[in-house]
């Protein structure tokens, strides 16, 4: 598989080569996870299934409607998200991440926000009300149409 015929989503504002290196990424940290969890897919696998998730996303937390900021993946290197606590910086809330599709350890993505991915386990009381008042008002307007 050649991953130099994979462009970048335009929402995400990354140069091709930058782009590379987020798939390239989160093909690996995915894969290395679900290794533990009893996954059996490999990174090649998981490679075309980020790809898959970022063409198939428009820009847009699936579950607040709220815009992702794909600028936020380039200045984050492997090391230095390593050292980040995501949920003291507010800043990187809207950063697109890769998510998995169900519980199971297979290669199916979607994007979402990092506030979304945290959500349920590192915000206060106040910022997850907050939050699941945005996805309740996107349900709303969805669902009324």
């Known amino acids: 598989m050649d991953i ?20 390239n990424r989160e093909a690996r940290r995915l894969t290395k996870h ?3 969890r009893g996954g059996r897919y490999h990174v090649k696998e998981a490679l075309v299934a ?6 198939n996303c428009n820009g847009t ?9 794909g600028k936020l993946l380039k200045p984050i290197s492997g090391t230095d998200r ?4 995501f949920t003291c910086k507010s800043h990187l809330r809207r950063m697109p991440t890769v998510g998995h599709l169900h519980q199971e350890p297979i290669a ?8 979304t991915y945290t959500a349920k386990n590192e915000m206060t009381a106040d910022e997850y009300l907050n939050h699941c008042k ?12």
Not at 4 to 23: A, E, H, I, Q
Not at 82 to 85: A, G, M
């Open 4 to 23: 130099s015929n994979f462009k970048p989503p335009k929402w995400l504002k990354l140069t091709p080569d930058d782009y590379k290196r987020v798939l």
């Open 34 to 36: 679900d290794r533990r």
């Open 50 to 55: 980020v790809h898959n998730a970022f063409q």
């Open 61 to 69: 937390d699936p579950y607040d409607g709220m815009p992702l900021e």
């Open 82 to 85: 390593l050292s980040i606590d």
């Open 108 to 115: 199916e993505f979607e994007i979402l926000s990092r506030q």
């Open 134 to 145: 945005a996805v309740v008002s996107l349900s709303e307007t969805t669902t009324s149409e």
